[in-house]
């Protein structure tokens, strides 16, 4: 077992609209206290890999990273990575101490990293790390109406989950649910099977909650496509096919770049 976790996000319980804000905070400081926390509430003394969840904008990036740096010296870490982090910003974060990983969002409708981040970390020798490669759960083809989610999906809140920008996406899965078909798979695992051919360097996490979604999941490592049709899928899923941001403007606030 390889165990992840990260730091980075804090809460503001006085936030607005009487729900807590979201912060992020990358102080050596924060750092070091946010990983013992988590060294204690799971009961471990070492974490393989620990990542700062995203960068903050009011602290340099050599500053939390080699916050980072000094968990890998005293053991309590044993690799460290950034999240959604510009190309630029992992260059000077790997000058400071050497990253293994960068987790960003990446599946067939999210492809935003392919004109620089991904280049840079492949410079670099950095693994990606591609979260929501089913695109949030909608490439697994459940999410045809906003009605399929739950009154307090945030989900709902997405542009690309607008009843207009949905339908239109909608017909792009039918797609890949029929190409899908003709390898005995189901979409989420064709989905996932793109992600996992773009490279060994290249290590998807699809979240779920059912255990046998994990071995839906796992299955999709032996799908083989060919050369045509993974070009076929990145056409078909091109950005300007894609309907919606991916996030709203707060979310991409969030976002280094």
Known sequence: MVLASKCGFVHD???????????????????????????????VD???????????????????VGALGELVAAGKVGHVGLSEAAAATI??????????????????????????????????????VPFSPLGRGFLTGAIATPRDLAEDDWRRGLPRFDADNLAHNRTL???LEAMAAEHD???????????????????????????????????AAAIELSPEELEHLADLFAPGAVAGERLHESGMGLVDG
């Open 173 to 175: 899965v039918r797609r």
């Open 185 to 219: 798979a189901t979409a989420a695992q064709l989905a996932l099977a793109w992600v996992l051919a773009q490279g060994e360097d290249v290590v998807p996490i699809p979240g779920t909650t059912r255990p046998e979604r994990v071995v839906e999941n796992a299955r």
């Open 13 to 43: 319980e006085l936030g607005s609209a009487g729900r807590p804000d979201r912060l992020v905070n990358g102080r050596p400081e924060y750092i070091r206290q946010a990983c013992d926390g988590s060294l204690a509430r799971l009961g």
């Open 46 to 64: 070492h974490i393989d890999l620990y990542y700062l969840h995203r960068v903050d904008p009011e602290v340099p990036i050599e500053e939390s």
């Open 91 to 128: 260059r000077r974060a790997h000058a400071e101490h050497p990253l293994t990983a960068v987790q960003s969002e990446y599946s067939l409708w999210t492809r935003a990293i392919e004109a620089e981040v991904l280049p840079a970390l492949r410079a670099l020798g950095i693994g990606l």
